[in-house]
């Protein structure tokens, strides 16, 4: 129930890996002070804000998210979930570009494309970004 809530469904950044990933951090942050100071207290609350977010979250999702979003929505849900990241991120098949990171490769190709996880991408953006990676222009 964000104060702000975006027009679009948003399932890009850390939505590709998990739904509710501000909840999973909070959570994990609880749970990590609970171990680091060997505090039941904090434990607990950590597991109540993980129940809460997960009852809360989930009537807020279905109710209001499947109503603006329909399909789409629940194509993303089937394939992220809500606490447990995703291996790698999802791309919603219906806004999969020529320009997008991997494309579903044209039946009867090889399917590799050049810039497609051959490091072109990565070589690309560092040429123009040299000072972040502690590199001097050339």
């Not at 100071?37 to 279905?62: F, M, P």
Request: net charge positive.
């Amino acid at each position: 129930m964000p104060c702000d809530p975006p027009r679009r469904l948003v399932t890009t950044g850390p939505y590709a890996y998990v739904s509710n990933p501000m909840q999973l951090s909070l959570v994990t942050v609880f749970l990590g002070w609970a171990a680091l100071l060997d505090s039941t207290h904090l434990a607990a609350t950590g597991i109540v804000v993980a129940a809460a977010g997960a009852v809360v979250g989930e009537c807020y999702e279905r109710r209001h998210l499947d109503g603006q979003h329909g399909p789409e929505w629940r194509a993303y849900r089937h394939a992220v979930r809500s606490w447990l990241p995703r291996w790698r991120p999802y791309a919603d098949p219906e806004k999969q570009t020529s320009d997008s990171c991997c494309p579903t490769p044209p039946a009867g190709t090889a399917g590799h494309q050049r810039g497609c996880h051959d490091g072109t991408r990565v070589a690309s953006w560092s040429r123009r970004h040299p000072r972040l990676l502690g590199g001097s222009p050339t």
